[in-house]
């Protein structure tokens, strides 16, 4: 029997080019205001509009200031992307989500949380961590921007098909591990390029025990592995999620959808190109010491000796050195946000270590929810009160911190403990220091002031 990527794949192509690529249908296309101009520009140059426009929603993000929302923003070019993308919407009749919309905030939050992203379905966009929404039991992957001019043309797109991967966890996280601890000692493990030219399907009972966020953060990291994308098989945690959402079917039309989903799994005798089997409690809170997301180690280990100059390169920019423990270095920023981990249970994760402490005096820290609706969540359950009283901020929507496209930049030579999904060099600012955790390692960080093992404040 076939796998579910294949299921999924092989259901939405239209046509087979021989020897060449397939031409994909595709049920959703997300654009922001980075990727989207070129493309527009050509349907312009070609005379053409989109074709089923109905299938696209468009919101700014990337360049997004995270204050002062209701104000013009500063920086002239992030301006010019954010008006550029509300006029190209305006003029080919797209839906937009504009700064101040309640129904704005990063793409890949908003997608899955509004149930515009759904089980079986095809999703695109001009980013690269479009990956995010498999955990839906979508077969989503980040495109060009030729490819998005591709499908606003022609609601398809020609790809050539990946192979498969199942990645197995099995077993019981322990405690102070999560989602973002599993992805990180993955990489760890496969390396960056580990997956390269495969869609990962995640399986297991680690993986079927994640909440719905843990398995967007997950999933949101597949690209880092190299994999063209990841997803999970829909189950009840899946349907519980979706069920009420505002684009989620309703009445008669979301038993007969949920009838249809229960059916998008792999067979008990599918064959897939690799598979790979790890066990949960071989994991531990991870960090990244390094200038990839593959350069990782558990937080209370040792820094190994650099495996080339490439290595030595990474060591040298972060002003590390072999042997050295994470634990117990100064950390100068936090960072909680980003597609990663944006969502209301990371902050919920962040306030159970920042209630009843207060942040270290010299640490800025920079908590930025995923969308407006996780702001208003975090309100509605007071988490905004806990952590005001620890001492935090909590900004307006937007990538923020996750890259350097809007003011939340960290200065060069700072080390930032970040929940987003990259530490390449300057990635958060130039010359900036990035190690990457998850936001009860983050927490932990901005409260003691130095690099924490989250477990010995749970």
Known sequence: MNTLFDKIWDKHVVQHVTDGPDQLYIDRLYAHEVTSPQAFAGLRARGLQCFRPKQIYCMPDHNTPTHDQDKPIEDPISRKQVDTLAKNCKDFGLTHFGMMDHNNGIIHVVGPEQGLSLPGMTIVCGDSHTSTHGAMGAVAFGIGTSEVEMVMASQCILQAKPKSMRINVEGTLGHGVTAKDIALYLMSQLSTSGATGYFVEYAGSTIRRLSMEGRLTLCNLSIEMGARGGFIAPDEVTFAYLKGRDHAPKGEAWDKAVAAWRELKSGDDAVFDKELTFRAEDIKPMITYGTNPGMGIAIDGEIPAP???SDEKALSYMQFAAGDKMVGKKADYVFLGACTNG???????????AKGRHKADHITAWLVPGSWRVLDQIKEEG???????AGFEIRQP???ACLAMNDDKIPAGKLAVSTSNRNFEGRQGPGSRTCLASPLTAAATAVTGIITDPRTLL
């Open 383 to 389: 988490l905004d009160k806990i952590l005001a009283e």
């Open 343 to 353: 969502r209301i249970e990371d902050f919920r994760a962040f306030a159970s270590i």
């Open 398 to 400: 937007g990538c923020s």
């Open 307 to 309: 495996k080339n100059a």
